[in-house]
Structures are given as C-alpha cells and as structure tokens.
T-cell receptor, first 114, second 114 residues
Framework: KQEVTQIPAALSVPEGENLVLNCSFT??????LQWFRQDPGKGLTSLLLIQSSQREQTSGRLNASLDKSSGRSTLYIAASQPGDSATYLC?????????????FGQGTTLQVKP | NAGVTQTPKFRVLKTGQSMTLLCAQD?????MYWYRQDPGMGLRLIHYSVGEGTTAKGEVPDGYNVSRLKKQNFLLGLESAAPSQTSVYFC?????????????FGPGTRLTVL
C-alpha cells in the first residue's frame, strides 16, 4: 500500500532564507507527483506537477525535484517571504493512472518570520 | 470562471441527522472527487466519479453516498451522521484522469457532528 510521508510537520524560518521541504513515498510505481499549498481555512492550490519521467519542475521561486527510485521529492523555496507561510502538501498518483486518484502526505506547515 | 465551489461552507449536525454537500464546477471537467481532511492525516479520498452518471469508492467510503446526475455537480450524502465524520470536506475536479492533468480544489466544507 502506497504511503506518503512529509517531514518535518512544521518549520519556522527567517525571511530571506532558502529552504527545502521533503516528501517520501513507499512505492516507486507512480504516474506523477504534485505539490500543493493550503492557506489556513482554505482549499488547496496546485503549485507544481512532476511527471514520473521528469526529474524536476520550476515555477518562479519554487523548484520541485523527483527521484522515483529512492521514493523522494523535494520542494525548494528560494528567498522565502512571509507570504509563503502556509501548509505544503505533496501527493502521488499511483496506478492505475486513469482514475486520477491521489494519495496525500500529512503536510508541512511553514512559517516565515519577517 | 468560479472554478470549484462547495455548499455549504460550515455545518453543524447532531448524531443521526442527514445532509448533502454540493460540489459544482464550471470547467467542464469529467472527473470529480470528494476528500476529507483530518488533523495529522492529510487528505483521504472518499468517492470519485470519472464522468456523468458514474461513481466509485475511494479509500474511506463507509457512511457516505454520492451521485453525479449532472456533469457539473457531484453530491456527497451522509445518511446518518456520526461524530467520526467531523472533518473538513474538499471537492476537486480534473479534465481527465490522465497523468498530465491537475486537480483543482474547492474551498472546503467544515462539518461538525455533535
């Protein structure tokens, strides 16, 4: 059974710092991996989607990497800002890929202090 | 475009009462999903639909029923609410289930069962 884990559960950093969020999964048979952002009391916003054949995706100050063989993904946030404070969730899409089902990690809650 | 909307935003029920949560999307998406989010457990899939008139069970379907009579709407029903169903419920939609498609989430419904 696929399990997704995110460590740490919470992280606090000063503004301007570069940081890395971790996501690990137990079964390397995935179709893709998505990173989401969730603000308090809000829904999820998709940040980056990495296909199983890709190694990384970039969007602005965000860079996500994927190493299927080791069951790991990282989300790199450059020059963090207080507005980056939120919970970040990763999710994998296991086979069969045509259902679109996602398996989520528990999330990492990030606080960026001014 | 409103995207994915959920009705209601908040609800308090007594044990044994019934209710229906409504999810609507205006993106002409084929696939729709219902998740629940509990503290420390991430999001878990309850039911999903791969097209109008279809439904399928997810990871935690017990105690819930769903219907997809119209392509744009996906209803989640609780026939006899239990305190264990206290949670935040999220609806999501996607164009297809293929690996290149992202899921778009609604703002959530916070349900408390007393």
């Amino acid at each position: 059974k696929q399990e997704v884990t995110q460590i740490p559960a919470a992280l606090s950093v000063p503004e301007g710092e570069n940081l890395v969020l971790n996501c690990s999964f137990t079964d390397s048979a995935i179709y893709n991996l998505q990173w989401f952002r969730q603000d308090p009391g809000k829904g999820l916003t998709s940040l980056l989607l990495i296909q199983s054949s890709q190694r990384e995706q970039t969007s602005g100050r965000l860079n996500a990497s994927l190493d299927k063989s080791s069951g790991r993904s990282t989300l790199y946030i450059a020059a963090s800002q207080p507005g980056d404070s939120a919970t970040y969730l990763c999710a994998v899409r296991p086979p069969p890929g045509n259902t679109g089902k996602l398996i989520f990690g528990q999330g990492t809650t990030l606080q960026v202090k001014p | 475009n409103a995207g994915v909307t959920q009705t209601p935003k908040f609800r308090v029920l007594k044990t044994g009462q019934s209710m229906t949560l409504l999810c609507a999307q205006d993106m002409n998406h084929e696939y729709m999903y219902w998740y629940r989010q509990d503290p420390g457990m991430g999001l878990r899939l309850i039911h999903y639909s791969v097209g109008e008139g279809t439904t399928a069970k997810g990871e935690v379907p017990d105690g819930y029923n769903v219907s997809r009579l119209k392509k744009q709407n996906f209803l989640l029903g609780l026939e006899s609410a239990a305190p264990s169903q206290t949670s935040v419920y999220f609806c999501a939609s996607a164009q297809t289930g293929g690996s290149y498609n992202e899921q778009f989430f609604g703002p959530g419904t916070r349900l408390t069962v007393l």
